[in-house]
């Protein structure tokens, strides 16, 4: 009997914290991370206030957040699963990282979620894509240190002298 109450609230607890670790992929220190990551918090000084840094929407279907995702969400959801499977236990920076090294393209949208991410476009949102032809984005990405454009703190710069493909381009490539 006492066994039986047991196993039933580990059952209850383990179901409990698996429908609370999607909750805790939006949790701001997520967001907070990624903009840094990205290098998204150069242009704006009060960044880690602004939610359109690195909005729900990156990764949630809904401006809120929560459930459901959006395929960006979903690839890195997948991505945490199978590095837990594998029996390891990455931080962030490291899953989504190894995401955008995919060079995967989560909305089909014909752009690599690395490539939206350096042109500040919604990888998991297939009407947010950069308006410059895809060539043009990659040899600008590629120019600017490639991934190490778009998730490393150091500073680098393309050959125009910009750090992004905003400052090549200006505001038309910033989905907000």
Avoid at 80 to 89: I, L, V
Avoid at 107 to 123: C, F
Wanted: proline share 6%.
């Amino acid at each position: 009997m006492k066994g039986d109450r047991v196993r039933l609230l580990g059952a209850a607890l383990a179901g409990l914290t698996l429908l609370s670790v999607p909750a805790a992929l939006a949790l701001p220190t997520y967001r907070k991370q990624a903009a840094q990551q990205f290098r998204y918090d150069r242009d704006n000084p009060l960044w880690d206030l602004d939610r359109r840094v690195v909005p729900c929407t990156y990764c949630h279907i809904r401006v809120t957040g929560g459930a459901p995702w959006n395929p960006f969400g979903e690839a890195i959801r997948a991505a945490f699963r199978a590095d837990a499977q594998a029996g390891k236990h990455s931080k962030f920076p490291v899953i989504l990282h190894g995401l955008l090294a995919s060079e995967g393209d989560a909305d089909k949208d014909g752009y690599s979620d690395a490539l939206e991410v350096y042109a500040r476009t919604l990888p998991g949102d297939d009407t947010s894509y950069p308006r410059t032809a895809e060539k043009e984005v990659r040899a600008a990405y590629e120019n600017a240190g490639a991934l190490s454009s778009t998730c490393h703190r150091s500073q680098r710069s393309n050959s125009l002298g910009a750090s992004s493909l905003r400052d090549v381009m200006g505001d038309s490539t910033h989905p907000f």
